[in-house]
């Protein structure tokens, strides 16, 4: 009988779907935001100041987005194995059978994980809702990588390789000539305003949530992905929206009542957009390395700029036409290669292997101890000469290596190891 979770090898070699869930999810979150920009200005945007009219877009789309994922939680939540634990939702993410409460293990770290979402969600909207020229917002969403990338440094106490630090200056002068040029619509303060408070949001919410889909909240189990998309969007909300309290008038509230009904439609298509985008960088994650589906994603900073183009086209008034000067053209795309070129170097700043572990007769189950460590990926207790399998994925070849191998030696039990580089894969 074929096992639950076994997937049958076709001729679509598993690489190439990897690939195109990375691609589809880069694409779909420009489409996006093309789509938040349209809605603002045309809905929202012509009837309230700057400041309530994206107050108002913010609440009206991510409260919806709210209902949409409960409603399709509960669909994905019908049962088609129960002897199983099967649902529709199994197909998305293997580890969903139901909506469920959030583990008291996780609580702490969801909230934080949703109130920083919700700090630079507030921080997307306002930039979003004040600007038509898509290329230029897109590449501050990947200005994010470089907070990760410094938290992560911080933790294990190291510095950046060569790579790594031009790579981070490759992403933050791609993201100033892109923001400052003479199409783009960025001043200074506004600049300094995304690439902390909207960026900085978004890398410690990634933190957080990243140690949450990490935590066991049951021996060998971890929260599902669908499970953990609602409760940090609950969250998210209920920040986004303290946070503009102050901004909520009785004029914003009686908008929405009037607005809502007539753009409800529209604002589907959006969150829609963003939940499948999602979702295909979710699949692509549990094929491959996250800095590779980063990297492939970074397709949507180079289709910000025909989507620009088109937008100006189809609707003039709504989108900034584009520069027709030379000079302004070539500091964006310069701008744009920098930015990707930035994104992809970091992808081969990954030292990835496989240790293998032998620990003493006697000494117990040790697969705990082993996933806190930092750069593992996955632990297998196997038989045969080695007592456990270890699946590694860190920045460099150098200090950072030597750290996380010397934390796995430095486990009681552990008396052999030996490690393996991974030259070539197929995923």
Not at 55 to 79: G, K, N
Not at 119 to 132: D, E, L, N, P
Not at 147 to 174: H, K, N, Q, V, Y
Not at 275 to 291: D, E, H, N, P, T
């Amino acid at each position: 009988m074929r096992a639950a979770m076994e997937r049958r090898v076709g001729s679509q070699r598993s690489k190439t779907v990897f690939y195109f869930l990375a691609l589809i999810s880069g694409v779909l979150f420009a489409f996006s935001v093309f789509s938040d920009v349209f809605i603002y200005r045309v809905f929202f945007h012509p009837f309230l100041t700057n400041i309530f009219s994206s107050v108002a877009f913010a609440l009206a789309e991510q409260w919806f987005a709210l209902l949409f994922t409960v409603i399709l939680l509960f669909v994905l939540s019908i049962p088609t194995n129960r002897t199983r634990r099967q649902s529709l939702g199994t197909k998305v993410d293997s580890s969903f059978f139901h909506i469920t409460l959030p583990s008291r293990k996780i609580f702490f770290d969801l909230i934080l994980a949703g109130v920083f979402a919700g700090i630079s969600t507030f921080a997307y909207y306002y930039v979003a809702g004040h600007s038509s020229d898509i290329s230029a917002v897109i590449p501050f969403s990947r200005f994010s990588l470089i907070f990760l990338m410094i938290g992560d440094l911080i933790l294990i106490r190291d510095w950046p390789s060569s790579i790594e630090a031009l790579s981070i200056l490759a992403i933050t002068f791609g993201v100033l000539l892109v923001g400052i040029t003479p199409v783009g619509f960025f001043d200074p303060t506004l600049l300094l305003f995304v690439i902390t408070i909207w960026a900085g949001g978004v890398a410690i919410s990634v933190f957080f949530q990243s140690r949450t889909k990490r935590t066991e909240i049951r021996p060998k189990t971890t929260t599902d992905s669908l499970n953990l998309r609602l409760w940090m969007l609950l969250f998210l909300n209920l920040t986004m929206t303290l946070f503009m309290i102050p901004f909520i008038t009785p004029e914003v509230i009686g908008f929405l009542v009037i607005q809502f009904p007539l753009v409800w439609g529209w604002l589907l298509f959006p969150v829609m957009l963003t939940f499948f985008s999602l979702v295909a960088y979710l699949q692509a994650l549990g094929r491959g390395k996250m800095s590779v589906v980063q990297s492939v994603g970074s397709i949507s900073i180079v289709i910000g700029i025909p989507l620009t183009m088109m937008g100006a086209f189809l609707f003039p008034g709504v989108f900034n036409p584009p520069a027709t000067d030379f000079l302004s053209w070539m500091l964006k795309l310069t701008g744009t290669i920098f930015v990707i070129a930035g994104i992809v170097a970091l992808s081969t700043a990954t030292f990835r292997g496989f240790v293998f572990v032998k620990i003493r007769p006697g000494t117990g189950d040790i697969m705990a101890q082993l996933r806190r460590i930092h750069g593992v990926r996955c632990v297998s207790a196997v038989s045969g000469r080695w007592d456990y399998l270890i699946r590694i994925e860190i920045r460099t070849l150098t200090s950072t290596r030597v750290k996380t191998l010397h934390e796995i030696e430095e486990i009681n039990g552990v008396i052999d190891m030996e490690t393996a580089i991974i030259l070539k894969e197929w995923l």
